[in-house]
């Protein structure tokens, strides 16, 4: 299952451009509160979830970059690596999107574990890029390079809750 992860990044590399319009506040809420038990039950902070659903789709259940889709811009491949389900129309439900999406970075979390290498900051670099770059770059923070976002920045930086959670 973690093999493809390792291959491919589960978000697009480049060219992602958020919607223009962020979501309202009771659909962030609603993300926030789904994010929460799923991310709890996989041992990812959902904090970081939080923040990584920012940076690649600003909320919108329906963005799309490259081959990303959703709100955690999952490609096919990562899909396929992680779920069971169809990947088209599944990937535009947004808690389809967001468990995939936690399975993908709690595998990733569990390759990056067993390396001895696992930081916040790798596994959005793992997620972002694929274990294969991060580890074919040593896992070394200065040969990845550093998002524009400000959110994914950051993410890369080691803010594992750089967003304050909608209330």
Known sequence: MASVLM????APRTGHVPADLPATLEARREIWAAIQP???????????????VKAE???DPHARSG??????QIKPECWR????????????????????????LAAIKQSLTAKGVFSYP??????????????????DPSRIPRPS????LELWSGAVHPLA???
């Open 38 to 52: 799923m991310a709890a039950a996989r041992g990812i902070e959902p904090g970081f979830v939080y923040a990584v």
């Open 165 to 167: 959670p909608p209330l």
């Open 149 to 152: 976002d400000p959110v994914a």
């Open 67 to 72: 081959d990303g889709r959703g709100l955690m």
């Open 7 to 10: 291959l491919v990044g589960c």
């Open 81 to 104: 690596a992680v779920s069971s389900l169809p990947y088209e129309p599944t990937v535009w439900d947004g808690r389809a999107n967001l468990s995939v999406g936690i399975d993908a």
């Open 122 to 139: 790798m596994l959005w670099a793992g997620y972002r890029y694929g274990l294969v770059y991060v580890g074919a770059r040593g896992f």
């Open 57 to 59: 789709s600003n909320f």
